[in-house]
């Protein structure tokens, strides 16, 4: 019969075994996340970076988790007293702080991807339906004009009513299907398309130049893509708000100016070569923003699981004055995961 040593083994050198467990787990978790925000710092090198306020969630998120440490500490001195009462309400108020820092963080990401901000796919310059690279735009009679995500008739931005007008026309040629014609309405009226400079024509459903030639496939997916930025009210950035106030672009660590639809460094308009670079260059600092903040949110989730457990034990009983080894081992990691997130939000906040 196979022997169980683990039990033979002295209670202090089973706790000492325990601690150690969980503090080579914080060891290895603060290896990784060091590697990540060191990793963020160089990608910055000479690349181009965006730069914006972190959402308010997870400001919220951070005043939780900081009240959830608290609650956990409360609850381990009642279990060393033997207060079963206020020991089962601090580990309640324990995991429903925690449960609530998980649905900010989320909060957090919907606010993000509302702001245009997203943690895939993303660049910083829109080069996809870009207004004006193909396609222009004639409402009431006069050119529509862009400058930077604000869409402007007659050098005036667009007013609420309008910009809906705008959206609900191009709306129109999101669905794209080869070969098959639009169904267009207030066209020739109120809005004429653009191409090239040339007027386009609406003939049987079908948009034709002023030569008589059908727009070809490729033409109605550039159509298409300026629809969905003009959907998502995007300009010349795939982030929303303006250039220099709700968010910035930096290069080589000095912040860019934006001038006639043009980046400009030290006063100067990018050279030809920069500007095709800064097009093409990805949203590095949001994607990295979303991995350092959901991989610190896994381990959270993953805990969370743990402190279920802990959660349950405390209303079973199971923790006293003597035995509470395993509610202040899940303290010890509670509290390095909520001192790791403010750690990577004063990161965040002074980097990003």
């Known amino acids: ?64 988790i900081v009240l959830s440490s608290i609650f956990i500490e409360v609850a381990i001195r009642n279990a060393k007293k033997n207060n079963q009462g206020n020991l089962k309400f601090f580990m309640a108020l324990t995991f429903i702080a925690g449960l609530s820092f998980v649905y900010f963080q989320f909060k957090g990401y919907k606010q993000l991807t509302d702001f245009g901000a997203h943690a895939v796919n993303n660049h910083i310059i829109v080069t996809d339906g870009k207004y004006g690279d193909y396609f222009e735009i004639k409402m009431d009679g006069s050119f529509l004009e862009v400058n930077g995500n604000d869409y402007l008739i007659n050098g005036k931005k667009l007013s609420d009513s309008q910009m809906l007008e705008l959206q609900n026309f191009t709306a129109q040629f999101l669905k794209l ?80 100016e934006y001038k006639n639809r043009e980046l400009h460094y030290e006063g100067r308009k990018l050279s030809k070569y920069l500007q095709i670079k800064a097009m093409e260059t990805a949203d590095t600092a949001t994607s990295y923003l979303y ?27 199971r923790f006293s004055s003597s035995e509470n080894l395993s509610l202040r081992l899940g303290a010890i990691f509670w509290h390095f995961l909520g001192l790791l997130w403010i750690y990577l939000l004063l990161f965040l906040l002074f980097i990003h």
């Open 177 to 256: 299907e080869r070969n098959k014609p639009y169904t267009v309405n207030n066209y020739g009226k109120k809005f004429i398309l653009y191409y090239n400079s040339e007027p386009i024509g609406l003939i049987n459903g079908k948009l034709r130049t002023a030569q008589g030639k059908e727009l070809q496939y490729v033409d109605q997916m550039r159509l298409r893509d300026l629809s969905i930025n003009i959907r998502d009210k995007r300009g010349d950035f795939f982030v929303r708000g303006e250039m220099g106030k709700d968010f910035h672009i930096y290069y080589k660590g000095k912040e860019l």
């Open 1 to 64: 019969m196979k022997r169980d040593y683990s039990r033979e083994l002295d209670p202090d050198v089973r706790k000492k075994m325990k601690k150690n467990l969980v503090y080579v787990g914080i060891f290895s978790i603060v290896m990784m996340f060091a590697g990540f925000t060191s990793a963020y710092i160089v990608s910055m090198g000479d690349s181009f970076w965006l730069k914006y306020p972190l959402p308010n969630a997870f400001w919220l998120s951070t005043a939780i």
């Open 291 to 317: 991995i350092i903040t959901f991989l610190h949110l896994l381990h959270i989730i993953i805990t969370m699981i743990y402190m279920s457990k802990m959660t349950i034990a405390s209303f079973s009983g």
